[in-house]
């Protein structure tokens, strides 16, 4: 098996290739001057299994990604596995509103075109890999985080809404501590409410989990609720730290104790690594 690494998640691959034991190649990514992307991998050819590493975020990467799907088809690969570990368009899953595309199905076709299974962890909508016709797999990064958060005091583990309540429910199980969710109400792009906690926080030290954390809103006004019920502390874990504009400065501003995510997107706060969980799903192949 070969690791083959796109721009985005570096480490993250680089990481993967060492705990398999099994050969890391970096594709070259560049600009034309007209800012179309330029990918090569610098190979005679790559008659194995090859995995591709990359993310379909930001926009460029889609591209990048497409390239280096064709690139390693050409050099004559065995089969293509994609390891997507932040896949980005999986919150526009379905038509919300008329005349709407079904954006993470469109790009879930056009990656199905040239790979052999796919791998993502945490993915937002676990429907959209049925857009894929090959295998796939959503691995979850619960133990990852439980483990981290694990020697941190923590007393219950929380979801911001019921959509995460799962997630919630797979942290606290692992940890041995009771989970619950709370009550979201979105209001717009970057703000939400959040109802108090039905649990008593009063006194406690407290984990929420999310898939992912974008604008910070979200985890903000959880945050605060939470302190305003009588938290003693207030921490969050994420899988995905997409952070945008200025979001994790915001939040490691904020009332927060504590800011962590997962390295699936490479920023100042991706401590946990979930490259084992995609190595050990990979040995299953
Ligand atoms: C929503 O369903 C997701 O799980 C996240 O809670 C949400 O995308 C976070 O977005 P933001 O950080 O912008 O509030």
Same mark, same amino acid.
């Given at each position: 098996? !070969?690791? =083959?690494?796109?721009?985005?998640?570096?480490?993250?691959?680089?990481?993967?290739?060492? !705990?398999? %034991?099994?050969?890391?190649?970096?594709?070259?990514?560049?600009?034309?001057?007209? %800012?179309?992307?330029?990918?090569?991998?610098?190979?005679?050819?790559?008659?194995?299994?090859?995995?591709?590493?990359?993310?379909?975020?930001?926009?460029?990467?889609?591209?990048?990604?497409?390239?280096?799907?064709?690139? $390693?088809?050409?050099?004559?690969?065995?089969?293509?596995?994609?390891?997507?570990?932040?896949?980005?368009?999986?919150?526009?899953?379905?038509?919300?509103?008329?005349?709407?595309?079904?954006?993470?199905?469109?790009?879930?076709?056009?990656?199905?075109? #040239?790979?052999?299974? =796919?791998?993502?962890?945490?993915?937002?909508?676990?429907?959209?890999?049925?857009?894929?016709?090959?295998?796939?797999?959503? $691995?979850?990064?619960?133990?990852?985080?439980?483990?981290? =958060?694990?020697?941190? %005091?923590?007393?219950?583990?929380?979801?911001?809404?019921?959509?995460?309540?799962?997630?919630? #429910?797979?942290?606290?199980?692992?940890? %041995? $501590?009771?989970?619950?969710?709370?009550?979201? *109400?979105?209001?717009?792009?970057?703000? $939400?409410?959040?109802?108090?906690?039905?649990?008593?926080?009063?006194?406690?030290?407290?984990?929420?989990?999310?898939?992912?954390?974008?604008?910070?809103?979200?985890?903000?006004?959880?945050?605060?609720?939470?302190?305003?019920?009588?938290?003693?502390?207030?921490? =969050?874990?994420?899988?995905?730290?997409?952070?945008?504009?200025?979001?994790?400065?915001?939040?490691?501003?904020?009332?927060?104790?504590?800011?962590?995510?997962?390295? *699936?997107?490479?920023?100042?706060?991706?401590?946990?690594?979930?490259?084992?969980?995609?190595?050990?799903?990979?040995?299953?192949?």
């Amino acid at each position: 098996m !070969i690791i =083959v690494g796109g721009s985005s998640s570096q480490d993250l691959a680089k990481d993967l290739a060492n !705990i398999l %034991g099994c050969r890391y190649i970096q594709a070259a990514s560049t600009r034309f001057p007209d %800012g179309e992307n330029y990918t090569r991998i610098d190979e005679e050819s790559l008659e194995d299994d090859v995995v591709i590493v990359q993310n379909t975020y930001p926009d460029c990467n889609i591209i990048e990604m497409f390239l280096l799907q064709d690139a $390693v088809s050409r050099l004559g690969s065995k089969s293509i596995t994609l390891v997507i570990p932040y896949f980005g368009y999986a919150r526009q899953d379905r038509v919300f509103k008329n005349g709407e595309p079904e954006s993470a199905k469109i790009l879930a076709q056009h990656l199905d075109m #040239k790979c052999d299974r =796919v791998i993502t962890i945490d993915i937002h909508k676990e429907a959209v890999l049925d857009y894929f016709t090959c295998p796939h797999t959503d $691995v979850k990064a619960a133990q990852a985080i439980a483990d981290y =958060v694990s020697t941190k %005091g923590i007393d219950m583990v929380l979801s911001p809404d019921i959509g995460a309540a799962g997630r919630a #429910k797979d942290v606290g199980t692992r940890m %041995g $501590v009771p989970y619950d969710h709370l009550e979201k *109400t979105r209001l717009s792009g970057t703000e $939400v409410k959040i109802a108090p906690a039905t649990m008593d926080v009063k006194g406690k030290n407290v984990l929420i989990v999310d898939d992912m954390i974008s604008t910070g809103g979200t985890i903000i006004a959880a945050s605060a609720a939470l302190r305003e019920a009588g938290a003693t502390s207030v921490s =969050v874990a994420c899988t995905h730290g997409v952070f945008v504009n200025n979001a994790l400065e915001r939040l490691t501003g904020s009332s927060l104790d504590a800011v962590l995510c997962c390295n *699936t997107l490479e920023t100042a706060a991706s401590d946990i690594s979930v490259a084992s969980l995609f190595a050990d799903e990979l040995r299953k192949c």
